[in-house]
């Protein structure tokens, strides 16, 4: 028999909302989105394969325009001209807002869209047989692979959206798969979607890969993307990364202690790029006064950048009474991180006249929650120092609990003199509080602003599932 030549890609997320991005490059980003598929469809024609391979995750049913299902078909179109035969199974991103609009993407001829949730095969050509299914909530904790049961001749290729055992950072687990089911499910190649990197996952003879995300939806993701060249062979089965041109992300880590707002700055400036997507995590022992330079650095170098996003993981530098360092968290150290989106408008007297009401807003919001931050830290810095110098403070009475106590309930308590009211709890504690009641709020105001998103931005002609 001759060779068999395959081309597999995944979760691709076609219209992802891509919330994580800047406002004003997340169109951008989404037309990106659609030119990848259109370069993969363009490498199967010019390779001259025989198969194409979307195990889920193809596009965001809930906010995908007409116009990009109607691109998506007219791929497909295209593979269909040069005799390639398609095979699609649902992803997690495609229940989420119903079928339909992948049922119509996958219309063409020589599509094949996999729906049941149970395994069904499909013969495109003699001497090769595809099998798949749909995975969801009802058979998402089965291990749905122990129940294939191959049949015929020839070669048999699988493809599915799940999770292999032991795959590193895959925390969500649909259909978990077992070496054990891989190497005896008969298959001479299974096609995985659900995680966005590129792994091996074979079992002896048993050939199964993950291609990954063809790009970048986010920092999750790092370095060159790729699909997978498969290679069916009657002595075995032969797999081959293909590069596929996508914008560059990076993360780095930079530890500013000791560091002054001008050096910080100054690395921001060296690695500009006005292509490059940059996550910052910031690191190591700061003084609180470099606290609001760190807070504004995302908004003052963003319009470098294609992509910025600035992380704060620094520790605070407090000084206690007698002058000694008192290592406090940074603001990203001790809660979930909270990102809202940036916009498109620089920092300057004239914003409010130049951008929308959401978008003051928005930005209001986050000059505010800088501001606050940096007052609390500076006046709860002034609390601990004056309790520990005060007489009876609670700092000098932590083995009496009935001292304790007294600090808790101060004789002045009720006379209107608050001068020597103590702080029991110290700056951490309260940090704490005011870290976690930000958190809890800025994360409600940005799930408002993401569902904003899809009809603010780039997706106004997005249909409805039941449409």
């Known amino acids: 028999m001759e060779p068999v030549s395959i081309l597999h890609t995944s979760d691709l997320h076609l219209d992802h909302v891509l919330t994580e991005y800047r406002r004003d490059v997340r169109a ?10 259109n370069f993969i469809v363009s490498e199967a024609i010019r390779l001259n394969v025989r198969l194409v391979l979307i195990p889920g995750d193809l596009i965001c049913a809930d906010s995908v325009a007409d116009s990009v299902v109607e691109e998506v078909r007219n791929g497909f179109a ?33 599509v094949h869209l996999f729906m049941a949730e149970e395994w069904s095969s499909v013969s495109p050509f003699p001497g090769v047989t595809v099998w798949g299914l749909r995975t969801t909530s009802r058979n998402s904790t089965m291990p749905v692979l122990s129940n294939l049961v191959v049949e015929g001749s020839g070669m048999h290729v699988g493809l599915m959206h799940g999770t292999f055992a032991g795959t590193p ?14 190497s005896q499910s008969g298959l001479d190649y299974l096609a995985l979607g659900h995680y966005h990197n590129m792994v091996n996952c074979s079992v002896g003879k048993a050939t199964c890969w993950y291609s990954g995300s063809p790009v970048h939806l986010n920092f999750d993701t790092r370095g060159e993307r790729h699909a997978l060249l498969v290679s069916l062979r009657e002595d075995g089965t032969r797999v081959n990364p293909m590069k596929v041109p996508s914008r560059q992300h990076r993360v780095i880590t930079v530890d500013i202690a000791g560091k002054s707002g001008a ?24 003084d609180p006064a470099l606290r609001p330079i760190l807070a504004g650095l995302a908004r003052e170098f963003e319009d470098r950048f294609f992509h910025l996003e600035v992380a704060d993981r620094t520790e605070l530098v407090v000084r206690g009474p007698k002058g ?47 501001t606050f931050t940096a007052k609390m830290i500076a006046l709860l810095t002034q609390s601990e120092e004056a309790n520990a110098a005060a007489p009876g403070s609670f700092a000098g009475q932590k083995d009496s609990p009935e001292s304790s106590f007294k600090a808790r309930r101060p004789e002045s308590e009720g006379s209107g003199d608050r001068s ?48």
């Open 324 to 370: 000694e360092d008192r290592r406090r968290p940074g603001r990203g150290s001790t809660r979930k991180e909270v990102r809202l989106p940036r916009t498109d408008q620089p920092a300057g007297k004239n914003y409010h006249a130049n951008c929308t009401g959401m978008d003051a807003l928005e930005r209001d919001l986050l000059e505010a929650e800088q």
């Open 78 to 110: 295209r593979l269909g001209r040069s005799s390639i035969f398609v095979a699609v199974t649902p992803g997690e991103a495609e229940e989420s807002g119903g079928l339909e609009l992948l049922r119509e993407a996958c219309s063409g001829e020589n």
């Open 263 to 286: 050096e910080i700055r100054e690395r921001l400036s060296d690695m500009a790029n006005a292509e490059l997507c940059l996550r910052v995590e910031l690191e190591g022992r700061v």
């Open 169 to 182: 950072g895959l925390d969500s687990s649909i259909c978990p798969i077992s070496p054990d089911a891989l």
């Open 420 to 467: 020597h009211v103590d702080n029991p709890y110290g700056v951490e504690h309260w940090k704490e509080v005011v870290d976690c009641a930000l958190a809890l709020g800025l994360s409600a105001l940005g799930e408002v602003f993401r569902g904003d998103d899809r009809e603010a931005v780039g997706c106004g002609e997005k249909r409805r599932p039941d449409d």
């Open 28 to 37: 951008v980003r989404r037309r990106e989105l659609v030119d990848t598929f």
